[in-house]
């Protein structure tokens, strides 16, 4: 098929066939037979899985495949029990496993290398979801175990209902191109061609007619920033742009799952962090299911919804940034959050607190009934809300009895409400609103993005947090 470019394309040399490598294969339950590709020579691992991935077996059945951009709402990916064990003897490296030996008794004794050990959680719709531990964790093992890359040696990974570690060599590939991407650390961009056919090009080995590839091509490009490079070569882009292109391409089918291994580590700080910020406001968008591998737990502070720490090939701990950080499992867990600040991870919805008197109004209120409702209460303030509970000011009690005293009107509420008794976001985070929680006499109201009342934020109750956080840093327990 002809590219997108309308110019000419670089001239590079090419071999005419991919030898995929059989029963030794680190790449089980994937089509074994010689396929043509087109690739060329030295293409690097991850370059040739991604030509794989898409080139075979629909390179041999072109004529009527076609391509959903928008097919069944997928993401759930549900991990059952998922064992990897590396070498000719797995089932000895499992059976000491079970008995309980850990990574290196199993190497020691066996010779088996354990990628991953009995690892069980769940990655729920539309969240991204961060795994990280140290260099041989386990976690680049665990994301290519998803896709199959990597077969399992037992355990199943089941995504809405499939079974992908059942499914047939045509299911898998098939599955692989319509329902999940994946970016890898290196580029793995094709020199010879242009941004926009790199862009386009599983598109391509998928048998998309040109028009419509180019289409879908320019519009991930677009939505990654790179609209008006689409002529230029990889070599004339920056290592971020580079990486730009890379996540195009595992846009363009329009995955539901996204898996990303490490794969902003190789940029430097300044464009890593603008790539995160690329992929937020992508999420934003979309709302795709992402498993995102890193080592670097800024970076999983960051971007995740919620967070996996790996040792030794086991799934230590699941949960949100915060829970982990109130709350980390053991001292492994708790060596990775030393030394971070609580007021940067925990948010206002985090420590938001339902347990002040709140008054619902209809029309314009009335200084009568809030009176009697906050006399019959043991709090000073109270929050006033719609029909809807969208918070619209603070009234005290003190406040409410002097408007009455000084025989004002019953309505409207409002001219009681306390000036500069602003609400804060749901979303923001402790450091964000501890200005207003120091200053404040009253609990600091917290809206959601619609203006829905959630509760309070007291200045007790920050600093309790932030005492927990600090016992459960220091391995000395905490308020329950």
Not at 107 to 132: D, Q, R
Not at 191 to 198: E, G, M, R
Not at 276 to 296: A, G, M, N, Y
Request: a negative charge; glycine letters at 8%; aromatic letters at 6%.
């Amino acid at each position: 098929m002809p590219p997108c470019s309308t110019h000419n394309a670089r001239s590079y040399a090419f071999t005419t066939k991919c030898h995929i490598r059989s029963e030794n294969s680190p790449i089980h339950g994937v089509p074994r037979e010689t396929t043509p590709c087109g690739l060329r020579d030295r293409v690097p691992l991850t370059e040739l899985l991604l030509l794989f991935l898409f080139c075979h077996p629909f390179r041999q059945r072109r004529e009527g495949v076609i391509v959903t951009f928008i097919g069944e709402i997928m993401g759930t990916i549900r991990v059952e029990n998922l064992y990897k064990i590396f070498g000719n003897k797995p089932k000895d490296g499992m059976k000491m496993l079970k008995d309980g030996h850990d990574k290196q008794a199993v190497l020691e004794k066996t010779g088996m290398t354990v990628g991953v050990a009995n690892a069980s959680f769940t990655i729920e719709t539309g969240e991204i979801f961060v795994i990280m531990g140290l260099s041989g964790s386990g976690k680049s093992t665990i994301v290519r175990l998803l896709n199959r890359l990597i077969e399992p040696t037992s355990g199943r990974v089941i995504v809405d209902g499939q079974d992908v570690t059942a499914m047939s060599d045509s299911e898998l590939v098939k599955f692989r191109l319509h329902n999940m991407s994946m970016v890898f650390q290196s580029f793995a961009l094709m020199p010879h061609q242009t941004v926009l056919d790199n862009a386009a090009f599983g598109l391509e080995l998928a048998g998309v007619d040109k028009e419509k590839r180019c289409q879908r091509a320019r519009e991930t490009l677009e939505q990654v920033g790179l609209a008006g490079w689409e002529d230029l070569y990889p070599d004339q882009l920056s290592g971020g742009m580079q990486q730009r292109v890379g996540l195009a391409r595992g846009l363009a089918v329009d995955p539901e799952i996204l898996l990303m291994d490490e794969a902003f580590s190789a940029l430097d700080p300044l464009i890593r962090t603008e790539m995160q910020d690329e992929l937020l406001k992508l999420q934003e968008e979309h709302q795709r299911t992402i498993v995102f591998i890193s080592h670097d737990l800024d970076e999983a502070l960051r971007i995740g919804d919620r967070i996996a720490i790996m040792e030794g090939g086991h799934v230590i701990q699941v949960g949100t940034p915060d829970d982990i950080l109130q709350n980390p499992a053991n001292d492994y867990v708790r060596a990775f959050f030393r030394g971070v600040d609580p007021t940067n991870v925990i948010s206002a919805g985090d420590i938001v607190r339902d347990t002040h008197p709140t008054i619902i109004v209809t029309k314009a209120g009335s200084l009568r009934t809030t009176h009697e409702i906050l006399s019959g209460s043991e709090r000073e303030h109270g929050y006033v809300l719609d029909a809807k509970r969208r918070f619209l000011g603070v009234v005290s009690s003190e406040g409410v009895r002097n408007a009455l005293e000084k025989g004002l009107p019953d309505k409207p509420l409002s001219q009681a409400f306390l000036e500069e008794a602003d609400p804060v976001n749901f979303d923001e985070s402790m450091q964000d609103i501890l200005p207003m929680v120091a200053t404040s006499s009253w609990p600091v109201p917290v809206v959601d993005a619609d203006g829905v009342y959630k509760g309070v934020v007291s200045q007790n109750r920050f600093l309790r947090t932030l005492h927990r956080t600090e016992d459960a840093n220091q391995g000395e327990g905490g308020e329950q």
